[in-house]
């Protein structure tokens, strides 16, 4: 088991809290984790490309000249996909890139990702904002105090509205609530930051 520094919005030690090995120990399995990123970005693509085939391009209804007598080789139509203007062979047709991951692999992916973020010194829990309004301006000065100066993820408790409002217009922090966290958002950043409600939940459903 291994502990970790629980601090306030100005970066000072309030406590320690001792982190679960099944959780925040694990070796991470790194193929997991690209299976599981690779799965989320694949959903997240709109797959509306589209090109025309040669029965969707308009005109060439006519036969461009007879068939024999010409010299020239037989055509049945000036849109086949050898002439310009002509429809497009195996081109992209709208799809869903999306493919499924199982359950399991997700929550090994999470568990990877977190164990790597606490091995890399790259997590920070914070015991909570209590912003009593929104408030940009306090919310970057907490992101100094604690020393998030590049890319940073905020998970945050599903009800931490007023924090949510506060963190959601800085251009370098991803906020996401901790039930719509996904392993994407664990790692594609410098500092994860958790608040204090936000381990709980994830060593509650990941243990």
């Not at 025309?52 to 308009?58: A, D, H, I, L, N």
């Not at 929104?134 to 931490?160: H, N, S, Y």
């Not at 966290?181 to 381990?199: F, I, M, P, S, W």
Request: glycine fraction near 10%; hydrophobic fraction near 40%.
């Amino acid at each position: 088991m291994a502990n970790i520094e629980i601090k306030d919005a100005s970066g000072n030690k309030v406590k320690e809290a001792e982190l679960s090995a099944a959780v925040f120990g694990i070796e991470p399995n790194v193929h997991v984790m690209h299976t599981v990123v690779r799965s989320i970005r694949a959903g997240l693509r709109q797959g509306t490309h589209d090109t025309k085939t040669r029965g969707e391009v308009r005109g060439g209804g006519k036969k461009p000249w007879r068939q024999k007598g010409t010299g020239r080789a037989r055509q049945g139509s000036i849109r086949s996909p050898q002439w310009t203007g002509g429809g497009t062979v195996f081109g992209p047709h709208p799809r869903s890139y999306a493919f499924r991951v199982n359950r399991k692999e997700v929550k090994l992916a999470m568990r990877s990702a977190l164990s790597a973020k606490f091995a890399d010194g790259e997590l920070i829990v914070v015991d909570g904002f209590n912003f009593e309004k929104p408030c940009t301006k306090d919310a970057v000065a907490a992101l100094k105090a604690l020393g998030c100066d590049r890319r940073t993820t905020l998970v945050i408790a599903d009800d931490d509205v007023n924090t949510f409002l506060s963190f959601r217009n800085i251009p370098t922090v991803t906020i996401v609530p901790v039930s719509e966290a996904t392993t994407l958002e664990l790692v594609d950043n410098k500092k994860l930051v958790l608040t204090g409600a936000a381990l709980e939940r994830f060593e509650e459903v990941l243990a």
